[in-house]
């Protein structure tokens, strides 16, 4: 297979860095991004090409950025939207600031960087736009409504936008991972706010010792992640044969967590079948 040309947002630590060494490691042509250049220099040593990307730039910034990028090599195949962070805090503590700042990382950036690279997908009449979502865009949960708000909008919108461009040869693959060792439950990446109303305490308290606790021992293996996520767009290893999925679900644990909600869906589904249906005018 000719190498590909990817593109990653966040690429400073977790499956950002390892889907560059991965992509490396296949012959694919990678260009790494990270808001601060120095904390990739190590991509580059390794045969990236790198850019400065803070992915909550304005859009005529990321225009900019998106020709910059597609000098490189001449052409971008795949767009990987994976820069995130989470919010951890009640729905009642947080603060508009709060909400907006999640969502403008992990929801309008995924767009906008989308946005500006989709002209030259359609010129391409190909690409592919991977979204790296989260098991929290499966359900909600407390504590977690900033981070669950902006991942199952990201879904939504990724979606949506699978069947406006698939038409020109451009598909979108979100992947729904569980919980990898990455650097995203550390305390330097994540947003914890105490609560400020007593009534939360003993659900903040618990919540956040458990992810606190869980820093570190995430079952998922970010290499592995990436490894199969980049199996999955193009077609190799167990994704051989197999038409590109819009969805992804990764890992063991988001898959029964997946199951779960699925059978609990159509459980609900009977139960209210009735009370829902026989209205129409
Ligand atoms: N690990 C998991 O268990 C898990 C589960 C589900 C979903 N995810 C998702 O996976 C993606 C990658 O996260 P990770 O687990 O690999 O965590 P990570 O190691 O903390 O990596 C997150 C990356 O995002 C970058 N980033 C944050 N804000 C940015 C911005 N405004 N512009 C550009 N880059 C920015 C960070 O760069 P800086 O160094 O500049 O901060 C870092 O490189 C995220 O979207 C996350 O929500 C992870």
């Not at 990678?30 to 390794?46: C, E, G, M």
Request: with cysteine; hydrophobic share 40%; proline share 4%.
């Amino acid at each position: 297979m000719t190498p590909q040309v990817w593109l990653i947002t966040g690429t400073s630590s977790g499956f950002g860095a390892a889907f560059v060494h991965s992509l490396l490691a296949r012959g694919d042509k990678v260009i790494a991004t990270a808001r601060t250049l120095s904390k990739i220099s190590n991509l580059k040593d390794a045969g990236a090409s790198i850019l400065q990307l803070d992915v909550t730039s304005s859009p005529k910034a990321l225009q900019k950025t998106v020709q910059e990028a597609v000098a490189i090599y001449g052409r971008i195949d795949v767009l990987v939207n994976n820069a995130g962070y989470s919010h951890f805090g009640t729905f009642e503590d947080a603060t508009p600031k709060d909400w907006q700042s999640q969502f403008d990382t992990n929801l309008f950036g995924a767009i906008n960087v989308s946005r500006a690279f989709l002209p030259h997908f359609r010129a391409n009449k190909a690409g592919v736009i991977v979204f790296i979502g989260s098991a929290a865009a499966l359900c909600g949960m407390p504590t977690l409504a900033l981070y669950c708000g902006s991942k199952w909008a990201l879904t939504g919108a990724a979606e949506s936008l699978n069947e406006e461009v698939k038409s020109f040869g451009i598909h979108t693959l979100i992947v729904q991972p569980g919980f990898f060792r990455t650097e995203l439950l550390n305390a330097n990446n994540t947003t914890y706010v105490e609560t400020k109303i007593s009534d939360y305490e003993p659900l903040v308290n618990g919540n956040f010792e458990i992810f606190r606790g869980a820093n570190g021992v995430q079952p998922g293996d970010p290499r592995k992640g990436a490894e199969r996520i980049i199996d999955t767009v193009k077609g190799e290893g167990l994704a051989k044969g197999k038409k590109l999925p819009q969805t992804l679900y990764l890992g063991s644990d988001v898959i029964d967590q997946a199951k779960k909600r699925a059978e609990a869906t159509l459980e609900l589904l009977k139960e209210w079948e009735e009370i829902g249906s026989n209205l129409d005018v």
